[in-house]
């Protein structure tokens, strides 16, 4: 019987110490300057109550096509405490006009239907909606008309969702696409993840340490 639990006590300590060894090696998988950034200001998140994950894109830009199918199927994984919110960046030009599009998808209601097909015919069909006609052209199938797509184009909603992701652009202090930002706080760059598994693999990360913040 001594002999049981001496065997017994030595499998629970090589189960102690092997825990407490694979903690500090999930601790030290992901470190700051390394796999991602602190911002040095906070920016604001959409929902205070929930954890926030926002992707920085452009339509334009080949990795974020390229990243789109991993990342809208990761989000659709997310748990309740956590808001997965797509950020278009404005870096001028063609971007903001993008930007711009995208807000005003968003503000007709169809964004969901259209996210995927602006990506791809941008990039599959080589139509680089540069122009308000090339967008009306493009969106008449999916039952938006000129009159409706002009109207929220230029609406006081538009216009100041496409100013707040600018400064956001800006407090993200982000020179690239695409990257994540985590509740505000850190920035994952494709450069510095290597992958988009990783890019997303630190994202989870972060989302743990921030619970674990907000639940101490």
Same mark, same amino acid.
């Given at each position: 019987?001594?002999?049981?639990?001496?065997?017994?006590?030595?499998?629970?300590?090589?189960?102690?110490?092997?825990?407490?060894?694979?903690?500090q090696a999930?601790?030290?998988?992901?470190?700051?300057?390394?796999?991602?950034?602190?911002?040095?200001?906070?920016?604001?998140?959409?929902?205070?109550?929930?954890?926030?994950?926002?992707?920085?894109?452009?339509?334009?830009?080949?990795?974020?096509?390229?990243?789109?199918?991993?990342?809208?199927?990761?989000?659709?994984?997310?748990?309740?405490?956590?808001?997965?919110?797509?950020?278009? /960046?404005?870096?001028?030009?063609?971007?903001?006009?993008?930007?711009?599009?995208?807000?005003?998808?968003?503000?007709?209601?169809?964004?969901?239907?259209?996210?995927? /097909?602006?990506?791809?015919?941008?990039?599959?069909?080589?139509?680089?909606?540069?122009?308000?006609?090339?967008?009306?052209?493009?969106?008449?199938?999916?039952?938006?008309?000129?009159?409706?797509?002009?109207?929220?184009?230029?609406?006081?909603?538009?216009?100041?969702?496409?100013?707040?992701?600018?400064?956001?652009?800006?407090?993200?202090? /982000?020179?690239?696409?695409?990257?994540?930002?985590?509740?505000?706080?850190y920035r994952?760059?494709?450069?510095?993840?290597?992958?988009?598994?990783?890019?997303?693999?630190?994202?989870?990360?972060?989302?743990?340490q921030e619970?674990?913040?907000?639940?101490?």
């Amino acid at each position: 019987m001594e002999n049981y639990m001496r065997a017994l006590f030595s499998v629970a300590l090589i189960w102690l110490l092997g825990s407490f060894a694979l903690a500090q090696a999930q601790e030290a998988t992901y470190q700051e300057g390394v796999h991602y950034v602190v911002l040095p200001n906070p920016a604001p998140t959409q929902d205070p109550d929930k954890i926030e994950v926002a992707e920085l894109f452009w339509y334009g830009c080949p990795h974020c096509y390229a990243f789109q199918p991993t990342i809208e199927a990761w989000s659709k994984t997310l748990p309740e405490d956590v808001n997965f919110r797509p950020v278009p /960046a404005m870096f001028g030009g063609l971007w903001n006009k993008h930007g711009q599009l995208f807000y005003t998808l968003e503000s007709l209601g169809k964004l969901e239907e259209t996210h995927d /097909a602006v990506f791809s015919a941008i990039h599959r069909e080589r139509n680089h909606l540069d122009s308000e006609d090339a967008m009306i052209e493009f969106l008449e199938p999916y039952g938006i008309t000129r009159d409706q797509f002009e109207r929220a184009w230029s609406s006081f909603g538009v216009k100041s969702r496409v100013e707040q992701a600018g400064r956001l652009a800006r407090d993200y202090r /982000a020179t690239g696409v695409p990257c994540l930002i985590v509740n505000g706080k850190y920035r994952i760059e494709g450069k510095m993840a290597g992958t988009f598994e990783n890019m997303l693999k630190i994202a989870e990360y972060l989302v743990e340490q921030e619970r674990q913040a907000n639940q101490g």
